[in-house]
């Protein structure tokens, strides 16, 4: 049985610059990673999208979003997930259950932990030809010890907590126009 295959996009996605026009597929987002987006130019391309209905943003029902803190708890990565985080993995086990193949688009090792523990598909980035590269901050989430980017082990060595990384700067690698 062929199923329908919907992208679900979390903030490092849209920080890197993917583009939902770039794509046939569904693409879905949630109203907290609007939250997360600082950049003006990577906002309006959120605005953009959302308002021509290429993205969809949708809040998940709150079942699946139990099972997503369950299932984080369950591998750790609880404390590294932001509330966005949470409410992308949520929405796309809600499509998941909806019938749909959904896609989770990150570079976030904690969300694509727990996507794997769910059952669900991810990608990287890189998979998308991201003409972006991110510059990420590695850090525990518990004690707030920061660590160099090519840090080795999963657990932060002061306190064990999984640890979080989030997008510090992008720097353009190749060729891209501008936006
Ligand atoms: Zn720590």
Known sequence: ???KKVIVLDSSAFIAGFDPFSIKDEVYSVPLVKMELKDSMVLFRF??????????????LEEFVERVVEASKKTGDYRSLSNA????????LQLKNEGKTAVVVTDDYSIQNV????????????????KFHLDWLLYC????????????RRECETCGTVLKRKPLKKRIIGKKKQN
């Open 1 to 3: 049985m062929l199923t």
């Open 47 to 60: 605005e953009t999208a959302l308002s021509n209905g290429t993205l969809k943003v949708v809040i998940p």
């Open 85 to 92: 985080d949470i409410q992308v993995l949520a929405l796309a």
């Open 115 to 130: 996507a794997s523990q769910l059952g669900l598909e991810f990608a990287p980035l890189a998979t998308f030809g991201i």
């Open 141 to 152: 989430p518990a004690c707030k010890r920061k660590y160099p980017a090519d840090y080795k």
